[in-house]
């Protein structure tokens, strides 16, 4: 008579040998984004704010706008998109409300199509 041993588990250990290159794709992918930083652009003034929505206004452009503040010490993306309007909190980039005081600065943002990639 023959003693059965209970099954024992390798539990992660089994999945290793599963990884395929997609995922390790993504992953590297993951931590590329998290350790991408958006440089500092220089800090405008109130007047130079003003003076580009105004031209966003009058000639329907786009813009590219950087918050005046950091998490983890990193500024982050610019926020992009056509000014819809403003009130007296701060100006509407499509549907995203975006306060005055929080405005460090703001360009034109010119769109690369794919087709001239």
Same mark, same amino acid.
């Given at each position: 008579?023959?003693? &059965?041993?209970?099954?024992? +588990? #390798? $539990?992660? &250990? =089994? /999945?290793?040998?599963?990884? *395929?290159?997609?995922?390790?794709? +993504?992953?590297? #992918?993951?931590? !590329?984004?998290?350790?991408? %930083?958006?440089?500092? =652009?220089?800090?405008?003034?109130?007047?130079?704010?003003?003076?580009?929505?105004?031209?966003?206004? @009058? !000639?329907? $452009? =786009?813009?590219?706008?950087? *918050?005046?503040?950091?998490?983890? +010490? =990193?500024?982050?993306?610019?926020? %992009?998109?056509?000014? $819809?309007?403003?009130?007296? *909190?701060?100006?509407? *980039?499509?549907? @995203?409300?975006?306060?005055?005081?929080?405005?460090?600065?703001?360009?034109?943002?010119?769109?690369? !199509? /794919?087709?001239?990639?």
């Amino acid at each position: 008579m023959s003693v &059965l041993k209970p099954y024992e +588990d #390798r $539990k992660k &250990l =089994k /999945w290793i040998g599963f990884f *395929l290159s997609e995922h390790t794709a +993504d992953i590297a #992918r993951i931590d !590329k984004e998290l350790k991408y %930083t958006c440089l500092a =652009k220089p800090e405008m003034a109130e007047e130079e704010v003003n003076e580009f929505l105004q031209a966003a206004i @009058t !000639k329907s $452009k =786009k813009l590219a706008i950087q *918050l005046n503040y950091t998490v983890d +010490d =990193k500024f982050m993306p610019d926020i %992009t998109g056509t000014l $819809k309007g403003h009130d007296d *909190l701060g100006i509407y *980039l499509d549907n @995203t409300l975006v306060y005055y005081d929080e405005i460090r600065n703001v360009e034109y943002y010119d769109e690369i !199509k /794919w087709f001239e990639v």
